[in-house]
């Protein structure tokens, strides 16, 4: 059974442009939350899409957005890059249940902005 | 506001030995926990899951254990090996938070000596 597929692994982008990155779930799972790792911050949570809704969001500028397909594949993006959004973005899926559901990673996508 | 913390924050064992990482958070009203391990650049991968309605877990010579009265987990680590070394971080589902948000620590970096 494949795991969490994140793409790309690693990008660099200049300050002020604008980034894309995906994340295809575990099949079946229609859950998929997006994180930023960060030395100094650690994970914080940046957004969570069901069935192609966002249903929850974290403490983060307007510039980070996501959104999710029908296939439950999801991507995020990030306009106007600041040298701060340098990071290891993750994103999870969860098994389908009520609330008390397992998370599964994927790999990340290592952010630099320079 | 749900606050997780981990204590110690980086450990060097021989290998061999037997440990203890501890979590602890503020708020009792959570829905499960979840232990994760992250090698350095990389995803995080799951180790175990505690219910709310459980008291411990075990996986190997993994047990995780959870004590909501005193806002406490602990993972205990049997037999320590080199390759255990990596991030150990915790994380919870808060009840006041809706669908899947994971509130995390900041991890406790785990080296074992050969």
């Known amino acids: 059974k494949a795991g969490v597929t994140q793409t790309p692994r690693y990008l660099i982008k200049t300050r002020g442009q604008q980034v894309t990155l995906s994340c295809s779930p575990i099949?079946?799972?229609?859950?998929v939350s997006w994180y930023q790792q960060t030395p100094g911050q650690g994970l914080q949570f940046l957004f969570e899409y069901f069935s192609e809704t966002q249903r929850n969001k974290g403490n983060f500028p307007g510039r980070f957005s996501g959104r999710q397909f029908s296939n439950s594949r999801s991507e995020m993006n990030v306009s106007t890059l600041e040298l701060g959004d340098s990071a290891l973005y993750l994103c999870?899926?969860?098994?389908?249940?009520?609330?008390?559901?397992?998370?599964?990673f994927g790999q990340g996508t290592r952010l630099t902005v320079v | 506001k749900q606050e997780v913390t981990q204590i110690p924050a980086a450990l060097s064992v021989p290998e061999g030995e037997n440990l203890v990482l501890n979590c602890s958070f503020t708020d009792s009203a959570i829905y499960n926990l979840q232990w994760f391990r992250q090698d350095p650049g990389k995803g995080l991968t799951s180790l175990l899951l505690?219910?709310?309605?459980?008291r411990e877990q075990t996986s190997g010579r993994l047990n995780a254990s959870l004590d909501k009265s005193s806002g406490r987990s602990t993972l205990y680590i049997a037999a320590s090996q080199p390759g255990d070394s990596a991030t150990y971080l915790c994380a919870l589902k808060p009840y006041m938070e809706y669908g899947n948000k994971l509130v995390f620590g900041a991890g406790t970096i785990l080296r074992v000596k050969s």
């Open positions: 505690i219910q709310s309605s459980q």
């Open positions: 099949s079946g799972h229609r859950s």
């Open positions: 999870a899926s969860f098994r389908p249940g009520v609330v008390n559901t397992e998370a599964f």
